[in-house]
């Protein structure tokens, strides 16, 4: 893909239910840096100085409660890694930190592991392989797959 004329994925904004709690926890857990906050309606969070990557608000979700499983609304956002120990160290403080990583899958093409964040939404912390080492079909396409790993070895890796 041409990133000079195509559009990628810049931040994701969340409603969220009780504003310090979220900030805790993707400050604390996720290892972002506040960067602004709007009162106690709004705040902003990146990691390495950019504007923001999330955006947490309460503007219509104050007290709220998290979607019905049945209903339509994220399913989740993808933080990517730049590297394989980036992720096991981002897991582990996931895990020291009491969060249920109720998924872990190797998909061939990434690593990945799912939890949630305080409010129910759908967090997916990953690491792509090299693009050389990724499955491929006969036919061109990837081969993209769902394969458990070892839990406990992955997060070992992080010392």
């Known amino acids: 893909m041409d990133t000079m004329t ?12 009780d504003l310090e709690r ?3 926890f993707w400050r604390d857990v996720m290892g972002m840096d506040l960067v602004q906050r709007y009162g106690d309606q709004a705040a902003f969070l990146s990691w390495g100085g950019y504007h ?4 947490l608000n309460t503007w219509h979700s104050a007290g709220g409660t998290p979607p019905d499983e049945h209903h339509t609304g994220l399913f989740h956002v993808a933080l990517l890694y730049p590297t394989r120990h980036a992720l096991a160290v981002a897991a582990n403080r996931v895990a020291d930190a009491g969060v249920d990583i109720y998924g872990h899958a190797d998909h061939g093409v990434s ?4 939890f949630d964040d305080p409010d129910g939404n759908g967090i997916e912390i990953y690491w792509d392989k090299p693009r050389d080492h990724w499955p491929w079909q006969d036919d061109g396409s990837l081969k993209m797959g769902n394969a458990r790993f070892d839990l406990s070895a992955f997060l070992a890796e992080a010392s």
Do not use: D, E, N, R
């Open 6 to 17: 195509k559009p990628c994925i810049g931040h994701t904004h969340l409603k969220v239910a």
């Open 22 to 24: 979220s900030v805790a």
């Open 52 to 55: 923001h990557h999330i955006g």
């Open 111 to 114: 690593i990945a592991l799912y």
